[in-house]
């Protein structure tokens, strides 16, 4: 995938992810993308885009559909019940990387040939 376009970062929310695998991401991602140069875009996303309820209760709202908000160069799966399976099941040919977050840990990283 060509990075002509600005780098696009998303964070993959789901009912019953983890907050922590959510939340943690996505400060240090748009932490990062205040401070570069190139000022990526970070933004959170669900299936459908509609609200979801994390593991702890928490109600989040996306910021888009997986399938309204562009191309995206990394996607980021938080923790919780089915997280490998979705991210092993995502359309992965399209992205630069996707990368996989359990208790606060990178589990898994994964990047296109």
């Known amino acids: 995938m060509s990075t002509a ?3 696009r970062l998303g ?3 789901f009912d019953g992810a983890d ?3 959510v939340v943690g991401p996505y400060t240090v991602l748009t932490r990062w993308a205040e401070a570069a140069h190139s000022r990526p875009d ?3 996303f669900s299936d459908d885009g509609a609200g979801v309820r994390l593991a702890g209760g928490l109600l989040m709202v996306p910021d888009v559909a997986a399938d309204a908000g562009g191309p995206l160069h990394v996607r980021v799966y938080p923790g919780g019940p089915g997280a490998l399976l979705r991210m092993a099941s995502s359309e992965q ?3 630069a990387m996707a990368a996989s977050f359990l208790n606060g840990f990178p589990f898994c990283f994964s990047q296109a040939a």
Request: no cysteine; aromatic share 6%.
């Open 19 to 21: 907050e922590m695998d």
């Open 5 to 7: 376009r600005p780098l």
């Open 11 to 13: 964070v993959y929310v």
């Open 93 to 95: 040919n399209s992205l």
């Open 42 to 44: 970070v933004v959170t």
